[in-house]
Structures are given as structure tokens and as C-alpha cells.
């Protein structure tokens, strides 16, 4: 939990490192009007309270050769979610799986070469559950972060 609430530069620091968590403390210290160590405590602090989990490289699927990306529903029964949670997180394919409301109780993104290895995998989740997929064609808004600006900002 972060101990002071968030002002206006941790907000922009916030913004500045969801476009790039490459960018030079110096960079972001001329863009926020502050001193380099002044920068690199408040990002200590943002880290300590939980605001900023880590920092990650975005990969390509298709340029890493998974052309199929999709995304899966599945219907998980609430007494096999300790045998299921455990499975899904050793999946290599499997970029994120959400616990939703609705019909079915899990979504899962995934991400695999061909459509046959995408059949094989559904049919491994059968064992949890049904399930409903949908293959994405194109992906108009890649993966960006969340507006830590207000929009009045």
C-alpha cells in the first residue's frame, strides 16, 4: 500500500515507464523536472508499494512463430480449481488466465505455432470443464498500459 498518496510526477514517472521501462532515469528526470536520484527513489517507492510489479520485454507472437493467439473460455467447477491453478500455471502457451464472471469461470489467452497444437491443448482442458474458443484474427490495440494521468490532466 502506498504510505503518501500518488502526485502528478509519480503519475507521469508511472506513464513514461509503461511506454518504456527502457527509458534513462536522466530522460524521465528532464521530462518531470527533477534530479536523477530524486527519480530513482520515487520509483524505489512505487516499486516498495506495489504500484510497478516488474518490468518486461513485449514479444512478437507472430514473429516467434505462434501465429495462432486465442482466447479460451472455460468452465471450472470451484473444487478443481486446486488441481486446475497449478496445471494452467505450468502451461508454456498460456499468457494469462483470469478467474471471470459468467457462464464459464476461467478466460485464458494463449498462444500457439499451429491449430492442431491449439486442438491438443482444448482437448487437455476438457478434463477441467467445457469450453468455448475464439482464434483472433488481428489485434487493433496491442497490450499498452493502464492511464496513470487523469484525463484532465
Known sequence: MLVNPMDNIDKKILTILQENARTPL???????????????????????????????????????????????????????KPEFYPYIEACPNVMECNCVTGDYSMLLKVCFHTTQELDQFINQLHRFGRTRTQIVFSTPVEHRGIPAMDSEE
Open 26 to 80: 536522466k530522460v524521465i528526470a528532464e521530462q518531470v523536472f527533477l534530479s536523477s536520484p530524486a527519480v530513482s527513489a520515487r520509483i524505489e517507492r512505487l516499486e516498495k508499494a506495489g504500484l510497478i510489479l516488474g518490468y518486461q520485454a513485449q514479444l512478437s507472437c507472430a514473429a516467434m512463430g505462434y501465429q495462432i493467439k486465442a482466447f479460451i473460455s472455460l468452465e471450472v467447477e470451484p473444487k478443481q
